[in-house]
């Protein structure tokens, strides 16, 4: 009787508990409807909050009911851990929650097959496309034809594959995964026949370095290169001579129905292919799942530089698994470094760290976490980043695609802050070093105007002593019917004087779409007044690799400036130079109020150079040289003054500029101001 109850009992409890499961089912499927809601909208969401709202009504319930609050709380912590990492798997997908994929090579290539291994792991489903070189699949991610790249990145014999750095490097792409895959070749042909009867061996050309060994066992064998082992397989079968064999992966031989000859031909049997997977955008990962930071980083060029920054990293816990060089565009002998190393950005200590390396190094661009393959495939003990589930966790688990790393610490302004670097901040340009105890005279006319006036200009003030050539050629004009500049061909003649003279350039940058074409070519860019607050802007100037000279807004507050200034420094260009050029005030007898208490303000405030603009700030030639010596006399790091060889005819500021003798005699003198010791 009793046994029989009991009986009943446990089947109603399996009964419960088999309900149970299905409402798991069911949020897991809400879950994802919502991840593919999120993807589609592409808004960073706040999900600290929306996780505390959760769990404290689940609490509610709980108690209501009264269950253990706590046991609740940690069963939905649980669960809530496994949405986020079934949101991470998701990625981006289409409606029907398929994600495209595209590789290089074509089906059954190494580059497919590890494309497949990554989205079975994943649990993803998915539609691979191949494409015929990396760049071209890169382009497909960029075009929005697929949601993730698979591309490689190294090969454990041949080492980094250089294109794919360029890529990294150049485009707007993030990496959110990566695979292994185990190179594994084998030799195959159209029918079961004795080695010695082969003439000729189609192969990739790593593929058949990769079996030298082997292939200097066949002496009478003649070899073909082909792009891709999947393609020499294919043609081998195509071809259906019984003479002619095939090197690559079995795969490709199976999906060939070829016959394979020889298994393991490779002279290593220990040789593996690494590739990444990228995105548009970066993905946020649960903190408890171990995970690798890709970043590419430029160090100061001084002795001792990526060392300070490889120090940081490893004073903060996090071990470094690949350290990569490349050269800098553009600088001879000046390296980029590609950086991996165990950590996530979602945990405080990662995020802490690289704001202090933000702090060393002139540009960073984190190209994201993700979970680490390497690592769980070959876990080792106490090596794995010391995240546990802990409260501040559980406040990030349902973050899912973000477009940002989420701040460590709160404080406002943190990387201008001086506080966060005790250091003055001083921005190479050219050969020229700008800010600490150098003074830097930059002038030039308001706007570049022809070739023969910049090129006279450059020659002038290169010999009164000045450092860098100014010349706007896209203009910000009050009316849409002045001089707008002379555009792309005025910065053509503003490169010619500037190479002709030896002197770095500077210019205005206008619109994020200008942004790339005017690094590669100019030295300094130039952001505007009217432009501080172009928050656009100032992002897209956070991801190149070139200093920008950031001016104050016309009614901005130099805390506001400073905001302005954290943006860029926040995308990874730690190259921020501010200038004050005069603010808006009700005085009338200036154009501007040049307010030099900015300069001390700043020098106290932040590390970041203090340049000082004379002419906009007081709108009239003979105030600016009193000015520019008053500017050098509170501490400022340098000067942006106009010049113009007649500047009556300039095209733009004409009231302003100074003349070729005015120029002179202000430098002539600069030389014997005295500067206030150091703030
Ligand atoms: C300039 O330097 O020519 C210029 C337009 O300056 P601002 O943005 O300070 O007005
Ligand atoms: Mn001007």
Redesign the pocket.
């Given at each position: 009787m009793t046994t029989d109850r009991i009986e009943a009992l446990r089947s109603r409890l399996d009964g419960v508990d088999t309900e149970l499961v299905r409402l798991i089912a069911r949020r897991f499927d809400l879950v994802g409807e919502i991840g593919r809601a999120k993807e589609r909208s592409a808004s960073t969401i706040q999900d600290a909050e929306r996780e505390r709202r959760v769990l404290e009504a689940v609490e509610g319930t709980a108690r209501q009911l009264g269950v253990s609050a706590n046991l609740v709380r940690r069963v939905f912590q649980e669960i809530i851990s496994h949405a986020v990492s079934q949101q991470s798997a998701q990625l981006a997908g289409d409606d029907t929650g398929r994600v495209r994929l595209a590789f290089q090579g074509v089906e059954h290539s190494t580059g497919h097959l590890a494309a497949q291994k990554f989205v079975a792991g994943r649990g993803l489903e998915a539609h691979l496309v191949g494409h015929p070189t990396f760049r071209a699949a890169v382009a497909a991610l960029l075009a929005d034809e697929a949601e993730l790249a698979v591309v490689p990145i190294e090969n454990t014999s041949a080492g980094s594959i250089t294109e794919v750095y360029a890529l990294l490097r150049e485009q707007a792409v993030f990496i959110v995964g990566e695979e292994t895959w185990k190179v594994d070749h084998c030799l195959a042909a159209p029918d079961m026949v004795p080695l010695a009867s082969l003439g000729r061996i189609l192969a990739q050309p790593q593929a058949l370095e990769q079996c030298a060994q082997f292939l200097q066992t066949l002496p009478q064998v003649a070899t073909t290169t082909y792009m891709d082992s999947a393609e020499a397989m294919r043609a081998v079968a195509t071809a259906g001579d019984a003479g002619v064999a095939a090197i690559g992966p079995p795969e490709a031989a199976a999906a060939n129905r070829l016959a394979i000859l020889r298994h393991g031909i490779s002279d290593s049997d220990a040789d593996y292919t690494r590739f990444v997977v990228l995105s548009r955008s970066p993905v946020a990962v649960d903190p408890r799942i171990p995970c690798k930071t890709s970043l590419i980083l430029v160090t100061r060029h001084e002795e001792g530089a990526l060392l300070r920054c490889l120090e940081i990293l490893s004073g903060s816990g996090h071990s470094m698994t690949k350290l990569e060089s490349r050269p800098r565009p553009g600088k001879p002998w000046e390296y980029m470094f590609f950086l991996d190393f165990e950590g996530n950005v979602a945990e405080p200590r990662t995020a802490a760290a690289l704001d202090e390396l933000r702090s060393s190094a002139p540009y960073i661009k984190v190209l994201g976490s993700y979970p680490a393959k390497a690592l769980r495939e070959h876990p080792q003990p106490g090596q794995l980043p010391g995240a546990r589930p802990d409260e501040s966790a559980a406040e990030t688990l349902e973050a899912v695609v973000v477009t940002e790393s989420p701040p460590a610490r709160r404080s406002k302004h943190r990387l201008v802050d001086r506080a966060s670097r005790s250091e003055d901040t001083v921005v190479q340009a050219g050969g020229l070093l700008i800010g600490g105890a150098g003074f830097a005279v930059m002038a030039g006319p308001?706007?570049v105007e022809s070739a023969e006036q910049i090129g006279d200009t450059a020659r002038f003030v290169r010999d009164q002593g000045a450092h860098v050539l100014?010349g706007?050629v896209f203009?910000?004009r009050t009316s849409p019917y002045a001089f707008q500049g002379l555009g792309w061909s005025g910065l053509e003649l503003l490169v010619a004087a500037g190479r002709e003279t030896g002197l770095p350039i500077i210019t205005?940058v206008m619109a994020v779409e200008q942004v790339q074409r005017l690094a590669q070519a100019a030295d300094i860019l130039?952001?505007?007044?009217?432009?501080m607050q172009n928050f656009d802007l100032l992002r897209e100037l956070g991801k190149v690799d070139r200093p920008v000279l950031l001016?104050?807004g016309?009614s901005s507050t130099i805390d506001e400036w400073l905001g302005a200034a954290e943006y860029v420094l926040a995308h990874g260009n730690q190259q921020v130079i501010l200038?004050e050029?005069?603010i808006r005030t009700f005085e009338s007898a200036t154009r501007n109020t040049l307010d030099l208490s900015a300069v001390v303000v700043l020098r106290e405030r932040t590390h970041l150079p203090v340049i000082v603009?004379p002419?906009?700030g007081t709108g009239y030639r003979p105030y600016v040289a009193p000015m520019a010596w008053a500017a050098r006399a509170v501490g400022a790091h340098g000067l942006?003054i106009?010049v113009h060889p007649a500047p009556q005819q300039a095209l733009?500021?004409a009231d302003q500029s100074l003349s070729f003798a005015e120029f002179g005699a202000l430098m002539r003198h600069l030389a014997t101001v005295p500067t206030v010791p150091s703030v």
């Open positions: 308001c706007s100014r706007g203009k910000p205005e130039q952001v505007g007044a009217r432009n001016k104050r016309l200038c050029r005069g603009d002419s906009h942006l106009e733009s500021d």
